[in-house]
């Protein structure tokens, strides 16, 4: 039976859960007014469906390998516009801490998929 480096399990379990408790906080915070409310809502319940899809990739690497990369691309989709849009003033400087933290997730996601033997 192959395995995965356990520290695998643990790379997705932990991004999940950093994910479920930064998404679940940014709910709390003020709401955008108007028509944008409804992309924030969307953005934050998509990216915490995310978060269980972390999950279960941590309770069997090895049959979900191909999930991995769709995780990479996630941490991508949110890290890379947070530091441009920072770099160029029009996002908030914590965006660039989240945004950092996400594509840092998704290094390891790839890592993890590269050291995770095919199932």
Known sequence: MLNA??????????????????????????????PGRLPQLGFTFTALAFQIVFWIIGTAPVRYRPLMLAGVAEKLAFGVPALWLTTQGTAEPAAALFGTVDLILGAGFLL??????RG
Do not use: D, E, K, N
């Open 5 to 34: 480096p356990r520290w695998v399990s643990l790379w997705f379990r932990g991004a999940a859960i950093y994910g479920a408790i930064a998404l679940t906080l940014s709910l709390l915070g003020p709401a955008i007014p108007g």
């Open 112 to 117: 993890a998929w590269r050291a995770t033997p």
